[in-house]
């Protein structure tokens, strides 16, 4: 994954709540992409932004990221994504980033099966499939990534939520990234 180049991206004027970086995806068609990194809120004393991504509706200014474009440059995109976490870190190095996919909110199995293409029974196949992605990322890459950043998993166990040391393999909610000093 990590020599497969990674598209141009152009950061948009940086705030203090949000941090926005846009690139143009050159697959089947040419579609504008956002990386947005949104202040959440405090955490144990440190800034967490959460990592959204998605095609840009440069009209409103808004992140579509429940959409598919099927552009058939996926990881490019996604290496793309991954090359703004250095950026994001060199400006907010104090800060924390919180992943979470789009597709693992409550709701989601419900608002899918309705226009659902995979046609699932039981189990939902669109359920948590981007956070699997991240996942399976740091999870290949861990060894390296872990000599840069500390990785903790987010766990649900009924209303229980909370934070453990990142192990690869592991199944959880949410990833919480740190930039070690």
Known sequence: MNKIPAYKTEQLLPGIRKVRFLFESKGNMSIIKIVEYTYVRKLSGKKV??????????????????????????RKVFRTVL??????????????????????????KNDCAPNCTKKCDEICKNYNRRIRAYRYYVDKNFQALSKEYLFLGHTIN?????????IPGSDYHGI??????
Not at 84 to 105: C, M, R
């Open 83 to 108: 090359s703004t976490v250095p950026l994001f870190f060199a400006k907010f190095n104090d800060a924390a980033i919180w992943v979470q996919g789009s597709d693992n909110a409550i709701d989601y």
């Open 176 to 181: 919480l990234v740190f930039k070690k000093k």
């Open 158 to 166: 009924g209303n229980n939520h909370k934070f453990v040391n990142y």
């Open 49 to 74: 932004y959460n990592l959204g991504f998605g095609d840009y509706n440069e009209e409103e200014g808004l992140i579509i990221d429940d959409c598919n474009s099927n552009n058939g440059d996926m």
